[in-house]
Structure formats: structure tokens, C-alpha cells
């Protein structure tokens, strides 16, 4: 599975459980995550698409670990600042001078088509959760 499915189906399952008051989830949360947060980043914060291959480095696996690691807060003590390193590197990498987000990075060239859906939303509503979590 992708970066950002990954990080998605996490998200949904951790709400699931809390929204049903089960733990039966817990075990297999805790060794998807670690999983998604060792294996699916590159040291400086790059979301790898997949756990053996980085391109295309895509902005909405930015924006939905930004969301993955706000989520699981409270269960890793290091979540805020994995989602700091991330949204530094998506800012660095993926936004445009003028302010919009690219769309995907691959090994010899970036597609920069602003997608509403899939860069500028997620980036907004990524870079808001973050900016909000602080207040």
C-alpha cells in the first residue's frame, strides 16, 4: 500500500475504535504504525509512495502524514516533530514561489499542476490541523 493509504486507513481505524470503545485494533495500530513511520520516510522527512521505492514523492502523502502523526500524538511522544519535518520538507520541495503546491516530485522532474483536490486542499487542511494543534 501507499504512503498516504497507509496513513488514511490508520487515521480510520484509530477513530474507529475510539468511536466504538474497543481496543481490538490496538495491537495491530501500534505495528502499522511504527511500520508507516520507519518505513515510509526518508530522513529528512520525504514520504516515500512506497516503503521499497520513493518516487513519486506525492503531495498528498505530505499532507496526510502531517494528519497521520497529528492523529497518533498521544501514542508517540516524537509525532509532532515527524509531522514538523514533514510539512518543512513539502514547503521546501513541493511549493511553488507564487504559493500553490506541486502535485508530485519523480527522479528527473516535478509535476506542477496546482490539483485543488488532490495538493492545495490537502496542503491547506494538513498545514491548518498543524498550525491549530499549537494554539
Known sequence: M???HTGFVLVALKRVSECLGTDEFDQCLHR?????KEKMFLPDGAPKYYANRIFPIDV???AQAILTFLEFRHADENA???AIRVAGWGIDNLQDRSGYYYYQVHRMYKIR???MRWAQ???QRALTELTYSYQ
Open 32 to 36: 502499522g504504525y511504527r511500520f508507516w
Open 121 to 123: 486542499a490537502w496542503m
Open 80 to 82: 509532532d516533530e515527524h
Open 2 to 4: 501507499d504512503n498516504f
Open 60 to 62: 498528498h502523502s505530505v
Open 113 to 115: 499542476i496546482p490539483y
